[in-house]
């Protein structure tokens, strides 16, 4: 299957400070690109929506000023936290997909972020 | 909106046993239906997929089917074997076809030589 490159894979930093994290498709051009959000132990949340070239759609009660998503060429989104705090600290997921008929969405690895 | 009920785990078997994983499902229209697997230190993987009703999706030896009379898709495998331990997630999909995916909590199966 195609490849998503997620990175870092893990980060730490402190608190009030910014942290980006990359999703990449390595072999595939990504119209759609989907950000997550895991909990230990429960389910993937969905964040946002993003296409290339618009603003992310993103989902009710996620702060959009906070989690700042840049979709900005076909293989490359950006989720920036802002100001994070410890209660920001968790996984966070990135998925792709080809394009805007239903395909197959691949995953990235996740980054494991850690507020301190 | 849509949204997913996973069994909730762990699951323990013996290398052989049977395995069946619940995952229930409400949903306004068609959705299409998942389970992805996400082996240790590994990101999500697409296990099986089925878009409409009575399909079944097969891989690995796992199947499921899209039952639309019990909002079901069930996973299922004849006999486990060590490397199937992961954690297994059920989704469908948040609206139309080609929209986000809801997931379910996940369910970990450890498999036992």
């Known amino acids: 299957g195609a490849v998503v490159s997620q990175h870092p894979s893990r980060v730490i930093c402190k608190s009030g400070t910014s942290v980006k994290i990359e999703c990449r498709s390595l072999?595939?051009?990504?119209?759609?690109m989907f950000w997550y959000r895991q909990f230990p132990k429960q389910s993937l949340m969905l964040m946002a929506t993003s296409n290339e070239g618009s603003k992310a759609t993103y989902e009710q009660g996620v702060e959009k000023d906070k989690f700042l998503i840049n979709h900005a060429s076909l293989t490359l989104s950006t989720l920036t936290v802002t100001s994070a705090h410890p209660e920001d600290s968790s996984f966070y997921i990135c998925s792709a997909r080809a394009d805007r008929e239903f395909t197959e969405a691949f995953f990235g690895q996740g980054t494991r972020l850690t507020v301190v | 909106g849509n949204s997913v009920t996973q069994m909730e785990g762990p699951v323990t078997l013996s290398e052989e046993a049977f395995l069946t994983i619940n995952c229930t499902y409400t949903?306004?229209?068609?959705?299409?239906l998942f389970w992805y697997v996400q082996y240790p230190g590994e990101g999500l993987q697409l296990l099986l997929k089925a878009t409409k009703a009575d399909d079944k999706g097969s891989n690995k030896g796992f199947e499921a089917t899209y039952r639309k009379e019990t909002t079901s898709f069930h996973l299922e495998k004849g006999s486990v074997q060590v490397s199937d331990s992961a954690v297994y997630f059920c989704?469908?999909?948040?609206?139309?076809?080609?929209?986000?995916?809801?997931f379910g909590k996940g369910t970990t199966l450890s498999v036992s030589s």
């Open positions: 072999d595939f051009q990504a119209t759609t």
């Open positions: 949903a306004t229209g068609y959705p299409s």
């Open positions: 989704a469908l999909t948040k609206g139309q076809a080609g929209t986000a995916l809801i």
